[in-house]
């Protein structure tokens, strides 16, 4: 009945395990502080003091207080989600995102005698909203119902992606506490066979698409290409569609070789033989063979040095 109450284990082995790897860059941004022990179980092993992240490209409104995970994880989340967001509806980046908490030793919801927070682990962190390069503020409270368009597609866009990055995320209509913020936290839900079980209410179904870059039509959708060759092999005065020397149902045809090669046919023309020689040019005067394939006996070689089988196309 004496003893002191600890902390999860989990808890200080995810600050070890973040620091190993290397999660968080420490800079003048980002500054590792004393240890915080209590009272009760709250606290961290190893916090961290930050101002601003993505090695101060994104500041905080205020200084806060978080765990290395957390950090690690904010940073991922703005970098892959936020920004492109940003860019891509506002034509610009967030500059700075307004915090409303980050550790904070209290119950969940500030509810007395209720479980603790991930605020009180240094696990957890509140945004009341994001200010762009320009100065333009967008806050969760007046964008998320009452914004343009593109600020509530935004919001849902930054809440829904957020459900890739944390455990937990919870946003206005989730419950009445959260009505001006976005809360976002790395609680332990336990494990499945799809991995780590995640919490985010409300769960963002449609989402506006970004703004148009120009003024140009869509373009027409792309139809399947359709293989003529296989379209109507019977039809008539389409010699590109007939099954010839060169059909996919025989092996490759050995090189053409020297040899004789029937006159020309059309008009009796008096045109010497060609044939191909061991360069693959052609050569005018020197008899040559072809190719004997299915349903080809004979044929001849036109102007252009194309083999014309003779006989009907069905043949």
């Known amino acids: ?3 002191r109450p600890q902390r999860a284990a989990w808890r200080e082995a995810a600050e070890k395990a973040c620091f190993a790897r290397r999660g968080v860059k420490l800079s003048a941004y980002i500054q590792q502080s004393k240890p915080i022990d209590g009272p009760s179980i709250c606290g961290l092993t190893m916090p961290l003091r930050t101002t601003a992240l993505l090695d101060g490209a994104v500041t905080l409104s205020s200084t806060q207080t978080l765990g290395c995970p957390m950090t690690e994880a904010l940073e991922q ?6 920004q492109p967001s940003a860019m891509a509806r506002f034509g610009q980046p967030v500059a700075q995102i ?25 696990n957890a962190i509140d945004i009341g909203g994001f200010r762009l390069a320009d100065g333009r503020k967008i806050t969760v409270v007046q964008g998320w119902t009452r914004g343009d368009p593109q600020e509530q597609a935004f919001l849902r866009e930054v809440h829904a992606g957020a459900c890739e990055h944390f455990t937990t995320v919870l946003g206005p209509g989730s419950n009445a506490f959260h009505y001006n913020h976005i809360h976002v936290d790395l609680a332990m839900h336990g494990s499945s066979s799809r991995g780590l079980r ?15 870059q120009d003024n140009l039509p869509d373009p027409p959708e792309l139809e399947p290409e359709i293989d003529i060759s296989r379209n109507n092999p019977n039809a008539r005065n389409a010699l590109a569609l007939a099954r010839g020397p060169y059909s996919e149902q025989q092996a490759a045809p050995a090189p053409i070789s020297r040899g004789a090669l029937p006159p020309m046919s059309g008009g009796g023309s008096s045109r010497p033989p060609r044939s191909i ?33 003779e006989g009907e196309l069905g043949d």
């Open 1 to 3: 009945m004496f003893e």
């Open 77 to 82: 989340w703005i970098q892959a989600v936020v």
């Open 277 to 309: 020689n061991s360069i693959g040019e052609l050569d005018v005067g020197a008899p040559m063979t072809v190719p004997q394939a299915s349903r080809v006996e004979r044929g001849s070689i036109r102007d252009d040095g194309a083999f014309v089988p």
């Open 98 to 122: 307004d915090s409303m908490g980050a550790y904070s030793c209290r119950p969940i919801n500030n509810t007395a005698g209720g479980k603790l927070s991930e605020h009180a682990y240094g």
């Open 198 to 212: 995640r919490y985010c209410r409300p769960i963002i179904k449609d989402i506006a698409p970004p703004p148009r």
